[in-house]
């Protein structure tokens, strides 16, 4: 519970059938529909290249869609300079002003948009106590762990009190410490106020680890949108079960199906899973490594090609008529050599069937 105004502006986006081209024939993004609740944290995650600083920037008016309606509450900002919407950005790179003081880049966007000097240094001192920088004020950003920097980042754009707050890759130049620190401190600050937020990120388990909502891009275009939870438990096709933590996929047969569910084999080998819409005959499933059982009595003959002592963790990698898949197993006191033959099996809910 706050007892301040941050947040209380926070409005929903929407886009409608959005396109950008670049010049004559880049589609960077291709027609696309999203809808992002007010007050949630919805991320975009994608390979390199697939559009999602695209999408990002015309949120904030920094580009111009080609096509469609993107609005922000009830207000239509598809033709609107980034000067007249209601968001911040922060950035990859902090761009804190290097010869100003803490204190002074977080007033700077208040005293910029017509606060008065001491509401703006209330504001800011403020914003700074927030992201847990209280008694930096008079710090100059050298003098800051890259953490701090990009936590007064956060400061400046949050006092502005936007009606959404844009992130593009902020962690990518924190060590991986640090980078799980932020991202919690983002999260919570973002719950704490009831902040709208599009994220972006190419790092699957960040976006797993923040998100309300992850939308999935892949060319241009969305994969597939879902909860954290949906989308690991029920990927659509191989490249959202690729990208979202790793999936081994395998080829079955659907021998049976009843109502919702399927019979699905694999070298005699027999499960019954969630159908999704598919009938008898081939299929692929999706298995991640946590649910493969190493030795169940009534499994599938495997070797074990390769064990990794990981410390947490043991890593295998199993093959078989199937193919080679990838294997974690928590026992690290008894490992298998390689060479070893074993059985594998599948956790309870463990296999997923694709339905593409
Ligand atoms: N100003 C521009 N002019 C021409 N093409 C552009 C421009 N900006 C982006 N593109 C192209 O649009 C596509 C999407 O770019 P975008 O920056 O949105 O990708 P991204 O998903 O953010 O990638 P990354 O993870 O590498 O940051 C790319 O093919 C890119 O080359
Ligand atoms: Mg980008």
Do not use: W
Request: proline share 4%; net charge negative; charged share 20%.
């Amino acid at each position: 519970m706050t007892d301040n105004k941050i947040g209380s502006k926070a409005a929903p986006v929407l886009f409608e059938n959005v396109s950008k081209v670049f010049g004559k024939n880049v589609v960077a993004v291709d027609n696309i529909n999203l809808h992002v609740e007010a007050g949630k944290l919805v991320t975009l995650l994608g390979p390199s290249g697939c559009g999602k600083t695209t999408t990002l920037r015309m949120i904030a008016g920094l580009e111009m869609a080609s096509s469609g309606k993107i609005m922000i509450g009830d207000r239509d900002v598809t033709k609107l300079p980034a000067t007249d919407r209601d968001v911040s950005m922060v950035f990859q790179s902090y761009a804190l002003f290097p010869h100003m003081s803490v204190l002074e880049n977080v007033m700077y966007g208040l005293t910029f948009s017509g606060f008065a000097k001491d509401e703006a240094r209330s504001r800011a001192l403020h914003g700074l106590q927030l992201v847990g920088l209280k008694g930096f004020d008079n710090r100059l950003p050298s003098e800051l762990s890259g953490g701090q920097q990009q936590r007064v980042a956060v400061a400046r754009a949050l006092v502005l009190e936007p009606q959404v707050l844009l992130f593009d890759e902020p962690l990518s130049n924190l060590d991986a410490k640090l980078r799980r620190q932020v991202r919690e401190d983002i999260r919570a600050i973002q719950q704490d106020l009831g902040l709208t937020v599009v994220y972006v990120t190419h790092d699957q388990e960040e976006a797993l680890a923040v998100s309300d909502e992850i939308v999935v891009m892949r060319n241009a275009a969305i994969a597939q949108m879902g909860t954290p939870r949906e989308l690991y438990d029920a990927p659509n096709d191989r490249f959202v079960a690729d990208f979202i933590g790793e999936a081994n996929l395998l080829n079955c047969q659907i021998v049976s199906t009843d109502g919702d569910t399927a019979t699905i084999e694999i070298e005699g080998y027999r499960q019954t899973l969630p159908r999704r819409g598919l009938t008898n005959g081939p299929a692929t499933i999706a298995v991640r490594p946590s649910r493969l059982v190493i030795g169940s009595d009534d499994g599938i003959a495997a070797t074990v090609a390769k064990a990794t002592y990981v410390g947490v963790r043991m890593e295998y990698t199993l093959t078989g008529a199937f193919g080679q898949v990838f294997a974690v197993h928590d026992d690290v006191d008894a490992p298998l050599a390689p060479g070893t033959e074993i059985t594998m099996g599948f956790a309870g809910k463990g296999p997923v069937l694709l339905p593409d």
